[in-house]
């Protein structure tokens, strides 16, 4: 059987990790199973869906890695779901309701208080002709139901009926039909709800696997009763736990500063959104990975946990400062070249582990390049002075630190801290990063003697 995945967003926000996980576990799966990947943008909603928004999401794919096989736009396929609903319509399968969304809350209500399921009873199958034409003289308009197969003869008199299915990640799942509303596909100004749509596509394009959040269990029962409804075979489904802010909540597109674009701005690395968002809430530890396809052959569906998993802001930025720290030039060149970071391989191997972010590589560029603005202790002026009538002549590499340092150090008596430091801000300004051992020969003789002489001359 040939695999097809798809992940359809709907272009009204950008993307959040949440998304990111569920993105990412449908690419996993298509690339273990040398299958397809659709991007399919649910755009049926015209007031919210913006081309600016569905730009935004391929951007987001694009740089955690993800390229799809296709592109599809629900917007580009209304004939073909109003064609679906009206063989629905023929079937007796999708009915017209009246009720207002307070008349459905009243309804709702009595039947809690009456000990019933707050389902819908069906009272619109009851119309005559006659009572749906003096609705509608009202200027009312029907909303559409899809009329679920939980009853033997009488749709009056719902009985248990359990839809069930093997879930990648869950394994056996079923749903009773009967503990549920019949859904509404049409609403009253003709457009449809996700279900409808999305149970077309799917059936179109040959999805053979969904996978997606834990949220939608419910909706598969629904589903998988529409795909026999319209005569289709259904996709295996696989429900995976979700993501939840530090808070607890769950992730909306309303929290922009948590949205991958903007933790992109923050400077997160990409491998580091893929590997947190993917590997965090399953057994396997989350660590860097060089690429995603070592992510790929991580994933398990059976190693993700059912509960929800929290997804910590600082983690995931310690793992990109981690994930920096292993990464090859070749895997950083351009981005460094554009950053007009200079030094080539070996300036990446000297600052990549005192990073927390790629720009700021940048910075420690301009440390090793000048000009700098170097922190001087009063205490500390002779001994800087000293330090630079012993500095080595050039050419210097790695080596030239060492044979420095111990030079003053028996020229001086100085040791440990107190001889380390005083270099360390005088020649970058700082108290903390790079190596001096490996940072020292980008420097050069001429900005270190410029660095160790300044407070001579104040």
């Known amino acids: ?232 075979e259904a996709p295996a489904f696989g429900h995976h736990n979700l993501l939840q802010t530090e808070a607890g909540e769950g992730f909306s597109k309303r929290y922009e500063a948590l949205s991958l674009a903007a933790l992109r701005r923050e400077g997160v690395e990409a491998l580091a959104l893929a590997a947190y968002a993917s590997l965090v809430g399953t057994s396997e530890a989350v660590r860097p990975v060089t690429c995603l396809d070592e992510l790929a052959m991580l994933f398990d569906p059976k190693k993700v946990n059912r509960a929800a998993a929290r997804f910590s802001v600082g983690e995931l930025k310690a793992l990109s400062a981690r994930t920096l720290a292993q990464l090859s030039y070749e895997a950083v060149a351009e981005r460094l070249r554009e950053a007009k970071v200079g030094g080539g391989e070996a300036f990446w191997l000297a600052v990549r582990g005192n990073i927390d972010k790629l720009a700021d590589a940048a910075l420690w560029w301009r440390v090793a390049s000048g000009p700098v603005e170097p922190v001087v202790a009063e205490e500390d002026r002779d001994f800087l002075a000293r330090a630079a009538e012993l500095l080595p002549e050039e050419p210097w590499d790695e080596n030239t630190w060492g044979e420095w340092t111990d030079t003053l150090k028996a020229q001086t008596g100085r040791r440990g801290k107190a001889l380390f430091m005083p270099l360390r801000r005088a020649l970058t300004g700082f108290s903390a990063g790079p190596e001096l051992r490996a940072l020292l020969p980008f420097v050069g003789r001429p900005n270190t003697m410029a660095r160790l002489c300044a407070p001579c001359r104040d």
Request: include cysteine; charge should be negative; proline fraction near 5%.
């Open 1 to 232: 059987m040939s695999v097809t995945l798809r992940f359809a967003p709907s272009p009204t926000g950008r993307l959040h990790p949440g998304n990111a996980r569920t993105a990412l576990f449908n690419w996993f799966f298509a690339r273990r199973h040398n299958g397809g990947y659709i991007l399919r943008f649910d755009d049926t909603d015209q007031a919210r869906s913006t081309a600016e928004f569905a730009t935004g999401i391929e951007e987001d794919l694009a740089w955690l890695g993800i390229h799809a096989d296709r592109v599809e736009r629900q917007s580009s396929r209304l004939a073909l779901y109003a064609d679906a609903a009206e063989s629905l319509k023929a079937a007796g399968r999708l009915y017209p309701c009246y009720e207002s969304a307070e008349e459905l809350e009243r309804q709702r209500k009595r039947r809690l208080a009456r000990g019933l399921p707050p389902v819908y009873d069906r009272r619109a199958l009851k119309l005559t002709q006659e009572e749906r034409a003096a609705l509608e003289a009202q200027g009312r308009r029907p909303h559409w139901r899809f009329l679920l197969p939980n009853f033997s003869a009488d749709p009056f008199a719902p009985e248990r009926t359990e839809t069930s299915w093997d879930d990648v990640f869950r394994g056996a799942q079923s749903v009773d039909l009967a503990s549920l509303s019949d859904p509404v596909l049409v609403r009253e100004d003709g457009s449809f709800l996700y279900t409808l749509p999305s149970v077309v596509d799917d059936r179109d394009m040959g999805v053979s696997h969904v996978i997606r959040g834990d949220d939608h269990v419910t909706n598969t029962g629904v589903q998988l009763a529409l795909f026999a409804a319209l005569g289709a």
